[in-house]
């Protein structure tokens, strides 16, 4: 066993004014507080870890001018500067090709874990496409597995915001994974904002989108998608679950930014009385908050109807802005519609003190 200490590394001490930064730099993003914080540790501590440069040599008509570029260490760098160091410790490195200075660029910071998942995928992906670089030449490099490589390369395929998000911390990368995994755009751009805003786990996440998936999988695969968008609300699915078992009818909820619709199904007149006495006997959730300024309800227009009559055999002829039903006997089944379009839950006893005015004939309001 060879039991030889490693060789250590001359460290010298730089003018920082002669260090210029790398443009193969693969940090871009650096946060202004901790860059600070640093400035006040290296004030009182000195620079502990030695940056990492090459010295590049020009000649001029005065002589040599000796210059050095970072490879390595430009936090370190900005907080000297900020701590007002005039000199800093530093290792020099003999490379001279632009690609060895990429690659000792990204290993340096790969290495110290100072790059966020975005800047490694771009410098992989700088890797990859300008030096041709396959993603297990990267690999064997950096001292990961292809795989690892290939998953941190894929977050480039997510939108600028959400890798912006990333960058910022505001996003971690095992959900920026699971939004990978869903193909529609739309519903991907609906997650990433519920995520910022509820401030979604992994675990919480993973549970929306497989719930999305169910559904998907329930689908007819010839079906349009874009017409049956709603479907993929998570919330819209919540909302119509919560009714068809607070009322025990089918509920199909749709909607359309901060508006939306309720469709309400029953199947006698005695039916629709039950569900109105459900309906004005609900108490808004506490957990529910209006919106600020409720829309208002209006009585559509109304149409010309036969009078109700309570014999078994006299029909009352229900109509929808979408479809005519025809004749719904109170003991033969027949399904009828109530559209209920509404803007917010509240509306709902509203919607109940219409429909008693009206000689228990259900109408269609309209916002």
């Known amino acids: 066993m060879d039991n030889n200490p490693p060789i250590q590394e001359p460290v010298f001490l730089i003018e920082v004014g002669k260090i210029t930064v790398n443009p193969f730099q693969p940090r871009k993003y650096f946060d202004e507080q901790k860059l600070k ?7 009182e501590y000195g620079v ?12 001029t008509d005065s002589g040599t001018t000796v210059k050095y570029e970072l490879i390595a260490g430009e936090r370190r760098l900005r907080a000297s500067k900020l701590a007002g160091l005039e000199r800093v410790p530093a290792v020099i490195k003999n490379v001279g090709l632009d690609r060895e200075r990429l690659e000792m660029a990204i290993v340096e910071n790969v290495q110290r874990a100072d790059l966020n998942p975005i800047e490694s995928a771009r410098a992989y992906s700088r890797l990859q496409d300008e030096f041709n670089l396959t993603q297990r030449e990267i690999a064997s490099r950096i001292g990961k597995s292809r795989e690892v490589i290939a998953n941190t390369m894929r977050l480039l395929n997510l939108p600028t915001k959400v890798q912006d998000a990333i960058s910022m911390g505001h996003l971690g990368e095992s ?42 999988r329930k689908m007819n695969p010839g079906t349009d998608q874009k017409k049956l968008g709603p479907l993929f609300d998570p919330e819209a699915e919540s909302i119509k679950q919560r009714l068809e078992e607070t009322l025990g009818t089918p509920v199909k909820v749709e909607r359309k930014g901060d508006h939306g619709k309720i469709t309400i199904e029953y199947f006698s007149v005695v039916d629709l009385q039950n569900l109105l006495q459900k309906i004005a006997s609900q108490q808004p959730s506490p957990d529910y908050a209006p919106a600020s300024e409720p829309a208002q309800v209006e009585e559509a227009p109304e149409k010309p109807q036969e009078e109700y009559q309570s014999e078994p055999d006299q029909s009352v002829e229900e109509n929808t802005a979408n479809e005519h039903y025809g004749p719904a006997h109170a003991d033969d089944g027949a399904r009828a519609p109530i559209n209920l379009p509404v803007a917010n839950l509240d509306d709902m006893e509203e919607l109940k003190e219409e429909f008693s005015t009206q000689d228990e004939q259900p109408q269609e309001f309209t916002i």
């Open 48 to 59: 502990l870890q030695p940056l990492v440069v090459t010295k590049l040599e020009e000649e």
């Open 37 to 43: 914080e640093l400035a006040g540790s290296i004030r």
């Open 175 to 216: 959900q920026a994974r699971l939004l990978l995994s869903v193909d529609d755009i739309h519903q991907q751009d609906l997650l990433f904002e519920e995520v910022l805003s509820n401030s979604l786990s992994v675990r919480e996440l993973k549970g929306k989108i497989d719930y999305i998936k169910s559904i998907e």
